[in-house]
């Protein structure tokens, strides 16, 4: 079964600060990977997505991530955080099942932006 | 275009008590999922619709069914609802491009 793993549940940086939020996913088969971001009482916005080609992918708001198949891994990277940025970001993996896209989310990352 | 759109926004019920939850979307999506969110969990599918008349089981069906009468809409039931139906209910649409569209949520209390 595929899951994902979110290895820090809060991040706390300055403002300015680089920051890289961890996300590392099991499977077996080829996937496709997703980085959503949800602001306060808001839905998710995708930020960026990787489905094949370059492994480097950029996103909104000067987000990016690399997926690298030999660690599993999709961490999410910005090299300077805004306070707007305060938000949970969530990873997920894709997988058709049964006619269906089907997303399985990490548990979240809570990241807060300090001035 | 509204996008994906959700009512309520908030619901408080009593253990025992039904409600419908809907969810519409003007992109004319053939795909519509509806999620719970927890804190520390994630969101957690529970049912999904790849299409008009159609639904499908998630991760956490138990408690709630769906309907897809109209493709535009995807209605979420709970027939006696319990307190560990608490939670924020995401619905979401996508037309298999593999982004889904998410709505603002609605925030149930079962007390």
């Known amino acids: 079964a595929q899951s994902v793993t979110q290895l820090d549940s809060q991040v706390p940086v300055f403002e300015e600060a680089p920051v890289e939020l961890r996300c590392n996913y099991s499977?077996?088969?080829?996937?496709?990977l997703f980085w959503y971001v949800q602001y306060p009482n808001q839905g998710l916005q995708l930020l960026l997505k990787?489905?094949?080609?370059?492994?480097l992918v950029k996103g909104i708001n000067g987000f990016e991530a690399e997926f690298n198949k030999s660690q599993t891994s999709f961490h999410l990277r910005k090299p300077s955080v805004h306070i707007s940025d305060t938000a949970e970001y969530f990873c997920?993996?894709?997988?058709?099942?049964?006619?269906?896209?089907?997303?399985?989310f990490g548990q979240g990352t809570r990241l807060t932006i300090n001035p | 275009n509204a996008g994906v759109t959700q009512t309520p926004k908030f619901r408080v019920l009593k253990t025992g008590q039904s409600m419908t939850l809907l969810c519409a979307q003007d992109?004319?999506?053939?795909?519509m999922y509806w999620y719970r969110q927890d804190p520390g969990m994630g969101l957690r599918l529970i049912h999904y619709?790849?299409?008009?008349?159609?639904?499908a089981k998630g991760e956490v069906p138990d408690g709630y069914n769906v309907s897809r009468l109209k493709k535009q809409n995807f209605l979420l039931g709970l027939e006696s609802a319990a307190p560990s139906q608490t939670s924020v209910y995401f619905c979401?649409?996508?037309?298999?491009?593999?982004?889904?569209?998410f709505g603002p949520g609605t925030r149930l209390t079962v007390t």
């Open positions: 979401a649409s996508s037309i298999n491009t593999y982004e889904q569209y």
């Open positions: 499977s077996s088969v080829s996937v496709y």
């Open positions: 990787y489905l094949s080609g370059s492994t």
């Open positions: 997920a993996v894709s997988k058709l099942i049964q006619g269906a896209q089907k997303l399985v």
């Open positions: 992109m004319n999506h053939e795909y």
């Open positions: 619709s790849v299409g008009e008349g159609t639904t």
